[in-house]
């Protein structure tokens, strides 16, 4: 059974950070592609940011890029999303999704997390 759980999310205040951590079991995590997307309540999921297979091979959505950067742990079987600069339109709950295929920015991705809260206020 395929499981993804993620951690990591809480509140902050505009400017600050957090680390979202997401431990993968169930698949072999070194062949997926990995990643994070987000729901702002009234919108559509939306990508944040994908790891390719070969963790050089990385996208960001225009939004994250030089605030998140992804990474991965192959030995701990854990992604991460490292989040600074955050602003308050980044609140929103965060998924982590894996697949052996890089969707891109399409939310096509075969599995997914529960999902944490981030809240950014002022």
């Known amino acids: 059974q395929v499981q993804l759980a993620e951690s990591g999310g809480g509140s902050v205040h505009t400017g600050g950070s957090l680390k979202l951590s997401c431990v993968v079991s169930?698949?072999?995590?070194?062949?997926?592609?990995l990643g994070w997307f987000r729901q702002v309540p009234g919108m559509e999921r939306e990508l944040g940011a994908i790891?390719?297979?070969?963790?050089?091979?990385?996208t960001y959505a225009d939004y994250v890029k030089g605030r998140f950067t992804i990474s991965k742990d192959n030995a701990k079987f854990t992604h991460y999303l490292e989040m600074n600069d955050l602003k308050s339109e980044d609140t929103g709950v965060y998924y982590c999704?894996?697949?052996?295929?890089?969707?891109?920015?399409?939310?096509?991705?075969?599995?997914w997390g529960q999902g944490t809260q981030v809240t950014v206020s002022s």
């Open positions: 169930g698949l072999p995590f070194a062949d997926y592609c």
């Open positions: 999704v894996a697949d052996v295929i890089d969707y891109g920015l399409a939310p096509d991705y075969a599995y």
């Open positions: 790891a390719g297979i070969d963790s050089d091979s990385t």
